[in-house]
């Protein structure tokens, strides 16, 4: 089976959730090797910051729909948390803060996303 083929089934197959704690996991390994590239390497600082922006922008965006079904608290601290991460990316790119707390941020929503040990086997 070649894989694209693979790929396109594996796509058929996951959940939602699934897809969106894959989508975290890739964006926040970018993070991770933006944090150790060397300073002047602008490229890949960018590179990762604007995919992690859109990805909580985009996160944001459907958390101000009034048809989305999730509580008004919790699309209320995704919207704040993608402010947050935009300013945040900015003030990386300006050289006054670290990678660290958007990653760590990622994981906690991953943690979030993971399924429970006994679904995971």
């Known amino acids: 089976m070649s894989l694209q083929a693979y790929s396109k089934a594996a796509a058929r197959t996951e959940t939602p959730r699934e897809m969106e704690y894959r989508l975290f996991g890739q964006v926040t390994r970018a993070l ?4 150790q590239a060397d300073p002047s390497d602008v ?9 992690n922006r859109r990805v909580w922008s985009a996160l944001a965006t459907d958390c101000s729909d009034p048809g989305n079904a999730m509580g008004e608290a919790l699309r209320a601290q995704i919207i704040s948390i993608s402010l947050f991460v935009s300013r945040h990316s900015s003030q990386i790119m300006r050289g006054e803060e670290d990678f ?6 990622n994981r906690m929503i991953m943690q979030g996303l993971a399924p429970p040990a006994s679904e995971a086997a």
Request: avoid cysteine; charged fraction near 25%; glycine fraction near 0%.
């Open 32 to 35: 991770m090797h933006a944090a």
């Open 100 to 105: 660290e707390p958007l990653i760590d941020i």
């Open 43 to 51: 490229a890949t600082r960018i590179d990762a910051l604007d995919w």
